[in-house]
C-alpha cells in the first residue's frame, strides 16, 4: 500500500475511533440519574388511568409550579373521597354519577394542605388535556365528563378535550394510552398485556404535549420514530422512598397474617412503590448546562413502568420540546382479571383492616391513608406525591 493510501486509512480510522466515542457517550446511560438542571419553570404532569388521577392530584396539589396536566383515561379529582366503593362504582363506572369537587379543591388551598391559590386560581397551572374513548369500559364517559369540569373550574379556562376519532378508530379504543407503538390492539379484546394500544397513528403523548405547550395541533414531522430501548435509563427511586420513610410516615396495612393480624408486606412500607423508576434524556438535554423541560409521565394499573417508558409515546416528543421525561414507577401487583366495572363492589370494602394495591395503582383513593382520615392522598403530604415532589427536585436542582 502507497504512503497515501496508509494516510487516508488512518484518517478513516481516526474518524471511526472519534464517531464510536461520540456514539459511546451520547447513546448509553450516562451515570447522572436525576441531576439533570431542569428548568424548575417548566414543569408539567400527565398519565393514564390511575397515572391520570395521580398527575390531576399533583398539579392540584402543586399548582405553584407544575404549568400544565394532561389526563388520559382517568378520573376526576377528588371523586373517590377516601372510599374504595366510591372510586370503583362512581368515579370509574359512573354509578352514580360522579360530581367536579372544586370546592374541595379550594377548600384544602385555603387550608395550606396544597399550593394557595390568587383570586380563586392557580398561580402556575394554565393548561389541561383531558382524552378518553367513549368505549373504555374501565373508566366510563361520566367521569371524563366531571374531570373536564373541575379542570376547567379549577385552573379558570376549559381543558383542551379529544374524545377519539372514527378516522384511527380511536373513538372506540379500549382502556389505556393510545401511541403508535402500542402492542395491544385498539378495541378492548381481553388479551391486554401493555395498555398501551396502537389505533393506527393515533398518538396521545404527542396530542397531550402540544395541548400543553402549544395549544395547537402536533406537527407529525417533528416526531422522532426511532428510540432505542437502551436510550430509556432507570435511576434510583428506593432511595427517594427512604427519604420519605425517614420522617416516620404511617402507611395503612395491606394483608393480614394468620388470617386475622393487619400486616404491612415491604412493598406497603415503600408505599407500594418500585425501586427504579425510569428517565428518557434526549440528546440537546446531555449537556451540562442543558436547561431543559421536565414532564411527568405516570403509568396506569396494571401496567409495567418500562413498557410504558418504552412504548407510551413520549419519549418521540422529547427532542423537538427539549424535554427530559421521568416515569416514576409502582411496584407490580398480581393484578386481577376482568373490568372494574364487571361488578359493584360493595360499601363494606370501605372497613376492611387491610387496604390492598393488587392491580399495582397509584393512591388515588387514598389506599395508603388509615380507615376514617382518608384525606392526606390528596394533599402535599400523600407519600407517594411526596417522592414524586423529590424526583422533581432532583430534576431541576441546578447542577453545580
Not at 441531576?35 to 398527575?55: F, K, L, Q
Request: with cysteine.
Amino acid at each position: 500500500m502507497s504512503k497515501q493510501g496508509v494516510r487516508v486509512c488512518a484518517a478513516l480510522l481516526g474518524c471511526c475511533a472519534t464517531m464510536l466515542a461520540t456514539l459511546g457517550t451520547a447513546w448509553g446511560d450516562d451515570g447522572r440519574g436525576l441531576r439533570r438542571g431542569g428548568d424548575p419553570g417548566e414543569v408539567t404532569i400527565s398519565g393514564v388511568s390511575a397515572g391520570a388521577a395521580m398527575a390531576i392530584q399533583y398539579a392540584v396539589a402543586h399548582s405553584s409550579s407544575i404549568r400544565g396536566v394532561g389526563s388520559i383515561a382517568g378520573p376526576a379529582w377528588g371523586c373517590a373521597d377516601g372510599s374504595v366503593s366510591q372510586a370503583i362504582n362512581s368515579c370509574m363506572c359512573g354509578s352514580p354519577v360522579p360530581a367536579a369537587r372544586v370546592d374541595a379543591a379550594r377548600a384544602l388551598a385555603a387550608s395550606g394542605a396544597i399550593d394557595p391559590l390568587s383570586s380563586g386560581k392557580p398561580a402556575a397551572l394554565r393548561r389541561a388535556f383531558v382524552f378518553h374513548s367513549p368505549n373504555d369500559k374501565t373508566v366510563v364517559t361520566s367521569a371524563s365528563a366531571a374531570n373536564v369540569a373541575f379542570l376547567g373550574a379549577f385552573i379558570g379556562q376549559p381543558p383542551s378535550v379529544d374524545l377519539g376519532n372514527p378516522a384511527d378508530g380511536s373513538d372506540h379504543a379500549g382502556h389505556g394510552i393510545l401511541a403508535p407503538e402500542g402492542s395491544d390492539a385498539c378495541r378492548l379484546d381481553r388479551q391486554e398485556k401493555s395498555y398501551v394500544r396502537r389505533c393506527g397513528a393515533k398518538d396521545n403523548a404527542g396530542d397531550l404535549l402540544h395541548a400543553l405547550y402549544l395549544g395547537s395541533a402536533p406537527d407529525p414531522t417533528r416526531r422522532v420514530n426511532a428510540i432505542p430501548a437502551t436510550e430509556i435509563w432507570s435511576f434510583d427511586q428506593a432511595s427517594l422512598v427512604e427519604r420519605v420513610k425517614a420522617t416516620r410516615v404511617r402507611v395503612s396495612p395491606d394483608e393480614l397474617r394468620f388470617g386475622f393480624i393487619p400486616w404491612s408486606t415491604q412493598r406497603r412500607k415503600n408505599f407500594d412503590m418500585a425501586a427504579k423508576g425510569y428517565l428518557y434524556v434526549p440528546p440537546s438535554c446531555r449537556g451540562q448546562n442543558a436547561l431543559c423541560k421536565v414532564h411527568v409521565a405516570l403509568h396506569g394499573c396494571k401496567q409495567d413502568a418500562k413498557t410504558f417508558a418504552r412504548e407510551s409515546g413520549y419519549n418521540h416528543w422529547a427532542e423537538h420540546y427539549r424535554m427530559i421525561v421521568v416515569y416514576p414507577a409502582i411496584e407490580p401487583g398480581t393484578n386481577l382479571a376482568g373490568e372494574a366495572c364487571s361488578a359493584r363492589l360493595p360499601e363494606l370494602a370501605d372497613y376492611s383492616a387491610v387496604e390492598p394495591n393488587v392491580n399495582g395503582c397509584w393512591d388515588w383513593w387514598g389506599y395508603l391513608d388509615s380507615v376514617g382520615s382518608r384525606t392526606r392522598y390528596l394533599t402535599k403530604q400523600g407519600p407517594q406525591m411526596r417522592v414524586i415532589e423529590h424526583i422533581v427536585r432532583e430534576l431541576t436542582s441546578p447542577i453545580h
